[in-house]
């Protein structure tokens, strides 16, 4: 049997595309860092819990941070203690699963009327993806190990503003029904 040369060019250029297709699925993962706040503006005397969140498509290896405290000025700070690996989990963002690490949560308390600024925090470290498997046949993948690749990744959170502002004064209505206020 004589193979004809245009067939023997698709044959190889099919198998070379078999073996290259799990390259070139390969992508970068998604890395980012989120600060959330509890509330958009922060009441003097009042305090508010606030989040450093770090959301990934991948398998988060190991992480640094550059930011090991945060200090503000005309501000109570108090770091909360927790296991960061309980805190691991999916989240959904903007429509979109993601895996996501609570990094550090912080209690700030405001002593005086002004604007405070939380830094960003810079992260680094390395993200795991998986491979797909070749596949000869649809029952050979289910014992066929899927390889990894190790990605350095780095992101940054964006600094936020948060106001801190006078407490509300009650409405006559609040007053008389905690009676404060008789008539």
Do not use: H
């Not at 309980?86 to 895996?99: C, P, S, V």
């Amino acid at each position: 049997m004589k193979a004809t040369k245009p067939a023997i060019i698709a044959l190889f250029l099919s198998i070379l595309w078999s073996y290259t297709l799990p390259l070139v699925a390969q992508k970068k993962p998604i890395f980012f860092a989120r600060t959330i706040v509890e509330k958009p503006a922060l009441i003097k005397g009042d305090s508010m819990l606030v989040s450093i969140v770090l959301y990934s498509d991948a398998d988060l290896q190991q992480i640094r941070c550059n930011t090991q405290t945060l200090k503000l000025k005309n501000a109570t700070v108090r770091r909360l203690n927790f296991n960061r690996n309980e805190t691991l989990g999916l989240r959904n963002y903007k429509g979109q699963a993601f895996n996501s690490l609570i990094w550090a949560e912080y209690i700030i308390s405001a002593n005086k009327i002004t604007t405070l600024v939380l830094p960003s925090f810079k992260f680094e470290g390395i993200a795991r993806t998986y491979i797909p498997a070749q596949q000869g046949s649809p029952f050979l993948g289910w014992w066929i190990p899927q390889e990894t690749k190790d990605i350095r990744i780095k992101t940054a959170t964006e600094k936020v503003k948060i106001p801190v502002i006078y407490k509300p004064q009650k409405t006559t209505k609040e007053l008389l029904q905690s009676k404060e206020l008789t008539l």
